[in-house]
């Protein structure tokens, strides 16, 4: 299996611009993980899917914050407005069982200047 | 007080030596617990899984759960350069308002030198 892949793995944008992030799961995982990674707060997690629902998003900082998945081979993860300390690593998972492991991909570093 | 505790290091040692690294957790609800290798600029990689107590062992690695004392070991035998890396402690719990979120532990960094 391929494993988790995300799309782009580097962005830098400039404060203000539309930011979209990109996740395919593995094939047959049913949950989708967005987490968020920095030196100060470690990984958090912003909101997962369960069968292309989202099921709790009580980690997105905020309304600038949105994800979709609108199959269960691609999710989405956008910023719009993006400021400059959304910058960090955006790493997306997925799991087969839940609770369970859960298996990350390379991530997206971003950078908002 | 954070849920879970992991001493960030930096942890170094020689080729070949025996590393511990360890993880403390407030939540008595946690039932199961993974360790995660992450690599500079790379995404964490799951290396062992548990859920229960006790010890699981995998190649040159043993993971231990103590829940009576909250405390989580990973141990590598034979260390080698190449388990440079920065080890994540996660774990969860199976039921409650936070039914099967992972908690991470900051990471310890560990270089293991020739």
């Known amino acids: 299996d391929a494993g988790v892949i995300q799309s782009p793995r580097h962005e830098v944008t400039e404060m203000g611009q539309e930011v979209t992030l990109r996740c395919k799961p593995i094939s047959g995982h049913d949950y989708l993980f967005w987490y968020r990674q920095t030196m100060m707060r470690g990984l958090e997690l912003l909101i997962y899917?369960?069968?292309?629902?989202?099921?709790?998003d009580s980690g997105m900082p905020e309304d600038r914050f949105s994800a979709k998945m609108p199959n269960a081979s691609f999710s989405t993860l956008k910023i719009q407005p993006s400021e400059p300390r959304d910058s960090a690593v955006y790493f997306c998972?997925?799991?087969?069982?839940?609770?369970?492991?859960?298996?990350f991909g390379p991530g997206t570093r971003l950078t908002v200047l | 007080q954070k849920e879970v505790e992991q001493d960030p290091g930096p942890l170094s040692v020689p080729e070949g030596a025996i590393v511990s690294l360890n993880c403390t957790y407030s939540?008595?609800?946690?039932?199961?617990f993974m360790w995660y290798r992450q690599y500079s600029r790379k995404g964490p990689e799951l290396l062992m899984y548990t859920y229960s107590s006790g010890n699981k062992e995998d190649g040159r690695f043993t993971a231990q759960v103590d829940k009576s004392s909250k405390y989580i070991s990973l141990f590598i035998r034979d260390s080698q350069p190449s388990d440079s890396a920065t080890y994540l402690c996660?774990?969860?719990?199976?039921?409650?308002?936070?039914?099967?979120?992972?908690?991470f532990g900051q990471g310890t960094i560990l270089t293991v030198h020739p």
């Open positions: 996660a774990m969860g719990n199976a039921g409650g308002t936070s039914y099967g979120k992972l908690t």
């Open positions: 998972a997925s799991s087969q069982t839940y609770p369970g492991p859960q298996y």
């Open positions: 899917f369960n069968n292309n629902v989202p099921i709790d």
């Open positions: 939540n008595s609800a946690f039932q199961y």
